[in-house]
């Protein structure tokens, strides 16, 4: 069985090969009928531990879209809450015969354990666990980026690209670190040094702590959102504090290169990392991350249950 738990685990040909199915997914999403019957009989899981409101979404949308059976689970209201283990929960799931289970969970590790264990006889997507990683996240980011700076059908060596704020709780951070820089992109991270993570050194990229000084030189700005959740009530930084460090305004979006976009991988702390002005700009993508996120999902779930037909027969191609 293939997974996808890292982007760690994508070379720069699996990259491309992702992104490239997902601009063929995408001109599917522009015909008057948007579904491939590529998955029809196979059995998708969306096992969520943690809330959601994109990825579940879009995993979903992405398996109809493939024709694919959806299951729904969520944990609050499940068996998880009287403590039923993530063993037993694997196991029930194995017994419906799922083929693909999209995995998101409040614990670093866990769509790994659940990829290994042998609980399981399913390919198994992470959909973000814990701090750790989101790769299905990097690569969504990676279409909409390469679609902005690179023309598609091109990778995004050497483009400059700046990822701001709470990295030390950010698994879209470390994903996208790793992917970017797989396909030859120069990344920057900036953020105070209380939301770096310990390590940070090692990671691929350069660090800063001074926003300003960064942004003339940006191809893509990401900011990222502050996750209070994750975080100790006594570290919280003061809104007005942290906006004016490490928050990206209408003056600070204007030092930015004209065809420079801004990212964020939603959900926004509208006022805090970002404002409402920068939010609702025409440069900002966030929506457009959305609606490719179902494009290079349902790349990735084709890519790992190897459909049964090419995913777009020849004839159906928009182009012939
Ligand atoms: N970007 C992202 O993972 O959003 P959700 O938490 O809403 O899925």
């Given amino acids: 069985k293939r997974h996808l738990i890292s982007a760690a685990d994508l070379t720069r040909d699996d990259a491309i090969l992702v992104l490239d199915t997902a601009e063929e997914m995408a001109r599917v999403a522009d015909r008057p009928i948007k579904k491939l019957p590529t ?4 059995t998708v899981v969306n096992l969520f531990f943690e809330d959601s409101t994109r990825t579940r979404i879009s995993f ?4 109809k879209r493939l ?3 959806v299951i729904n689970f969520s944990a609050k209201g499940s068996s998880v809450s009287k403590g039923e283990s993530l063993k037993d929960t694997a196991l029930t799931l194995e017994a419906m015969g799922a083929d693909a289970v999209v995995i ?18 399913a390919s198994v997507v992470n959909a973000g666990d814990g701090t750790h990683e989101h790769p299905t996240q990097a690569l969504l980011d990676a279409l909409t980026m390469r679609r902005h700076l690179s023309g598609v059908g091109r990778d995004l060596e050497g483009r400059r690209i700046t990822i701001v704020g709470d990295v030390l709780h950010s698994r879209v951070a470390r994903s996208n670190v790793l992917l970017l820089t797989t396909l030859g992109a120069e990344v920057t991270l900036v953020a105070p040094p209380t939301l770096l993570p310990i390590g940070v050194e090692t990671w691929p990229c350069r660090v800063s702590y001074d926003l300003d000084a960064v942004l003339a030189t940006s191809d893509a700005v990401m900011m990222l959102r502050v996750q209070r959740e994750r975080m100790n009530a006594a570290f919280f930084p003061t809104e007005r504090e942290y906006a004016r460090r490490y928050g990206l305004d209408g003056l600070r979006m204007a030092a930015l ?5 801004v990212m964020h991988p939603g959900p926004m702390n509208r006022g805090m990392e970002i404002t409402a002005e920068v939010a609702d700009s025409p440069r900002c993508t966030a929506v457009e991350q959305v609606a490719n996120g179902v494009s290079t999902r349902m790349a990735v779930l084709y890519l ?8 777009i027969a020849p004839a159906a191609r928009p182009d012939n």
């Fill in 39 to 42: 998955l029809r009989g196979r």
């Fill in 304 to 311: 790992l249950l190897g459909g049964s037909e090419p995913a």
């Fill in 67 to 69: 024709s694919a059976d």
């Fill in 104 to 121: 998101r969970h409040h614990f670093s590790g866990a769509p790994h354990r659940l990829a290994t264990s042998g609980w399981i006889n």
């Fill in 60 to 63: 979903e949308a992405a398996a």
């Fill in 257 to 261: 290169p004209e065809h420079a976009i």
